[in-house]
């Protein structure tokens, strides 16, 4: 006899898909942390990760402005 899995289910090809409802509250860190996938991180990274001058620089290029940004920047190599 083959185990059951509940997440598998049965049904005929002309059938249609049952659609599946939306859940509003559903992120993945919640589900990360609602299976106990969500792991610490270890001392030395929590370390990196403090530095302030570092995470400073990193804030002030995130929040950079891209006014020199141009809609050709995202097109591939035309020779045109």
Aim: negative net charge; without cysteine.
């Amino acid at each position: 006899m083959a185990p059951q899995n509940p997440s598998l289910r049965e049904a005929r090809i002309t059938d249609l898909a049952p659609i599946i409802p939306h859940r509003r509250d559903a992120s993945i860190l919640n589900w990360l942390e609602g299976t106990g996938r969500l792991m610490e991180r270890e001392g030395a990274d929590r370390a990196l990760l403090s530095d302030s001058d570092d995470m400073e620089e990193i804030n002030a290029l995130m929040s950079g402005d891209d006014a020199d940004f141009e809609e050709d920047d995202l097109g591939g190599d035309d020779d045109d």
